[in-house]
């Protein structure tokens, strides 16, 4: 017997439904499987895979939404996604009864890009794909430190990517270029508290987690190097951040591209916390199955590594 989670209405929710999905019409049935994602086009309708959650890209008047609902079921699909606000009346919520199916709206700040890749990443790891079949190890981390690199080549700076307790979850290799603190930083995987305490005491966090810009830091007692932050966001819920240990101010073109690449960042944050809660929750599943015991068991505890 092999176990695997399944990709249902309700992890869907679980994982991105305080960040970048919203239950705007329809009952949630989180048993439901999710069985593919497609994009709504209806000059070129897409093939429409059973229990398919649909993006509607573009999907605004209320009529045009009846009818995509009314469309997008008869193919077997489970739910749709809108840009909030979504403009919903009677004749949409009479559709959506009627057919059985779900609305989600879609945050504002967060783009269809990243709903339709997070999406994707979350039915890939139904089939384990984001979870090692033996040892259950790695879920993307990789990901972002292959990441922290690129963004640190960008720069020509030194990169960490931080969680919003300044714990250090991916940096880049060349921080033999940074200054101390940095280095303390990386060794410890977390920011020194007299960092913090300083950082806090300028306001640094309180200005940088309030703009969609870059932050510099031109002097940060006990740092040899100025840094530039940049907080990292997805939809409405900020993740955390990313700092480089730089010489100057960063030119133009590099602020943008540490903007752009802070965007691409959230997603594989996202991706990176939503393999994690796939992974606990197949640990889980494998503990019961070792405590029930029965034909299962024997594999589960070798996955688990308590066979021997």
């Not at 309180?206 to 100025?226: F, K, M, N, Q, T």
């Not at 997603?267 to 599943?285: K, Q, T």
């Not at 029930?292 to 308590?306: H, M």
Request: aromatic share 4%; glycine share 10%.
């Amino acid at each position: 017997m092999t176990l695997r989670p399944r990709a249902t209405l309700g992890r869907v929710l679980d994982d991105l439904g305080s960040t970048l999905l919203e239950v705007v019409a329809g009952r949630v049935d989180p048993g439901r499987s999710v069985g593919g994602v497609v994009i709504h086009d209806p000059l070129d309708p897409p093939a429409m895979p059973a229990d398919a959650l649909v993006l509607g890209v573009g999907l605004a008047a209320s009529a045009e939404i009846a009818d995509v609902v009314r469309a997008v079921a008869a193919e077997g699909a489970v739910g749709l996604v809108l840009r909030v606000p979504v403009d919903i009346d009677a004749d949409v919520r009479q559709a959506v009864a009627e057919e059985g199916l779900v609305l989600f709206g879609l945050t504002r700040g967060a783009s269809w890009a990243q709903v339709a890749a997070l999406l994707r990443s979350l039915l890939a790891l139904d089939d384990l794909g984001g979870v090692d079949d033996q040892t259950l190890a790695g879920t993307g981390a990789g990901d972002l430190f292959a990441l922290a690199g690129a963004v640190s080549a960008l720069l020509d700076a030194p990169l960490t990517i931080e969680d919003l307790n300044s714990r250090v979850i991916a940096f880049s290799a060349d921080q033999d270029r940074a200054d101390e603190s940095r280095k303390e930083t990386v060794l410890g995987r977390q920011v020194p508290e007299r960092y913090l305490r300083e950082l806090e005491r300028r306001g640094a966090f309180r200005a940088l987690y309030s703009s969609d810009r870059p932050v510099y830091l031109p002097e940060i007692d006990g740092a040899e190097l100025p840094r530039v932050a940049i907080r990292v966001r997805a939809g409405d819920e900020i993740l955390g951040s990313m700092w480089a240990a730089v010489k100057e101010p960063l030119s133009a073109e590099r602020e943008q591209a540490f903007v752009d690449a802070a965007k691409l960042v959230a997603l594989h944050m996202l991706r990176h916390r939503a393999g994690a809660d796939v992974e606990r929750r197949l640990r889980a599943e494998l503990v019961a199955t070792v405590l029930e015991g029965g034909p299962a068991a024997g594999d589960a505890a070798s996955r688990l590594g308590l066979a021997g």
